[in-house]
């Protein structure tokens, strides 16, 4: 599975960016899609997840302001709202064919990270 994200850039505080992986090779079987980011000095954290029938879940810290999606063309996006400080981080597309729920630290299938920067 290869996996290719773009998105990422710098926005002020309150602003918006979409993030997309779009993923190849063997996603067949693949259940569990996700977003993690890692800012400077922190562990790798999930942002958000997605199931191939359509489920969802997000961190505390996110909920209500960024939102997962995917199309048929096997491609996840991370739409983020009201953007602050704290959302600086450098995010990874992930999927997990071992899991049917959530992508964990575990998976070796991780995007090239994109890094989002937000400015006050």
């Known amino acids: 599975v290869q996996l290719q994200a773009s998105g990422g850039g710098l926005v002020q505080t309150g602003g918006s960016l979409r993030l997309s992986c779009a993923a190849s090779g063997s996603i067949f079987s693949i259940n569990a899609w996700g977003w993690y980011r890692q800012a400077p000095g922190k562990e790798r954290e999930l942002v958000a997840g997605i199931t191939t029938g359509g489920s969802t879940n997000y961190a505390n810290s996110v909920k209500g302001r960024f939102t997962i999606s995917r199309d048929n063309t096997n491609t996840v996006y991370l739409q983020m709202n009201n953007l602050n400080a704290e959302d600086t981080a450098v995010y990874y597309c992930?999927?997990?064919?071992?899991?049917?729920?959530?992508?964990?630290?575990?998976?070796?299938?991780w995007g090239k990270g994109t890094l989002v920067t937000v400015s006050s």
């Open positions: 992930a999927v997990d064919p071992a899991r049917k729920y959530v992508v964990t630290l575990t998976t070796p299938y």
